[in-house]
């Protein structure tokens, strides 16, 4: 009876209110963590083993480059994350309303993956693909004088991208980002429901409210199993979007072209390059989008859904 009045309420928040929670949960994402997303660009572009490690990158960002080389890409970064959440959190809503029971309910953990990853799907193909090519042109770029770079900015480079390698060009990469997104948001979807209930017997639209460090928990183990499955695919995502086509012949061709020549040219553990960084980045920036949006959530359930049902 519990579980079947827990969903039903569910049904009652507006996935609109789940997108607003998602976009502003990825502009303070965005604005905390781009410097490890920088370095985790940089590390996975080295072929060379320019970089030493982490800290060694950021180093030799900020010594060569100055400090704000660690936010490059952030304007392409921040409205991505923004649209992104906005996307996944109210097309995750939506896809879970039509995965449910019609007489309890209630959906089934088989539904709620399902969700998850169609989600990550649509927010790969719509948003993640064109804006991720945009900011990895921009963070591959050394140095800060602008008339050294080939890219002046994230307009600039977008516009000089669909010229010189056509519109599919801003979609470079798209099957490993599709393959990425999808598994990533599968997991994190159902690990942070699962993770809610196990350690605060939360259960979705039941009006309690967590705490920010409580979802930011939550959140940040629901966000750690998709970095670790998912690093071929984000290591080859960001090889063939630094590629440009206008350069002649291009080095991979596609995914499971990638994937055959990294790990022949580079061993088995260039499939993870990046790693580290990643796993620094989306578990916190899990965090911090989950202790805003949970917020959000809660602000609605309180005031419209509860008070409406009492």
């Not at 039509?98 to 007489?103: C, E, H, L, T, V």
């Not at 690093?231 to 072209?257: C, I």
């Not at 989008?289 to 005031?303: C, K, L, N, P, T």
């Amino acid at each position: 009876m519990a579980a079947e009045k827990t969903e039903k309420t569910t049904k009652s928040i507006p996935p609109y209110i789940k997108a607003l929670s998602g976009s502003l949960g990825g502009i303070v994402e965005a604005s905390c963590l781009q410097p490890i997303d920088v370095i985790k660009t940089r590390l996975q572009l080295d072929r060379t083993g320019s970089y030493k490690g982490i800290i060694h990158c950021g180093t030799t960002i900020h010594r060569s480059e100055g400090v704000r080389a660690l936010w490059k890409g952030l304007t392409p970064f921040a409205t991505h994350l923004t649209l992104k959440y906005a996307l996944r959190m109210g097309s995750n809503a939506v896809l879970q309303s039509a995965f449910k029971d019609s007489q309890t309910g209630n959906i089934s953990q088989y539904g709620r993956v399902l969700s998850g990853f169609g989600a990550g799907v649509l927010e790969a193909l719509v948003i993640v693909t064109p804006f991720e090519v945009v900011k990895i042109r921009l963070q591959q770029q050394r140095g800060l004088s602008p008339e050294l770079l080939k890219y002046k900015g994230p307009i600039h480079c977008a516009r000089l991208i669909v010229r010189e390698e056509g519109l599919f060009g801003l979609w470079a990469g798209a099957a490993p980002t599709v393959m990425r997104n999808g598994t990533n948001q599968a997991a994190m979807f159902t690990a942070k429901n699962a993770f809610d209930g196990f350690l605060w017997n939360r259960q979705e639209g039941d009006g309690k409210v967590l705490l920010p460090w409580q979802s930011m928990i939550s959140g940040f183990l629901a966000g750690t199993a998709g970095p670790v499955c998912t690093g071929p695919f984000d290591v080859v995502k960001t090889r063939l979007m630094a590629q440009s086509r206008s350069g002649g012949e291009m080095k991979y061709s596609g995914m499971f072209h990638a994937i055959r020549t990294i790990y022949a040219e580079e061993g088995i553990c260039a499939l993870w390059k990046g790693l580290l960084p990643r796993l620094m980045r989306i578990p916190p920036g899990q965090a911090i989008m989950w202790g805003v949006a949970d917020q959000v959530i809660g602000v609605y359930e309180r005031s419209y859904v509860h008070n409406a049902a009492s």
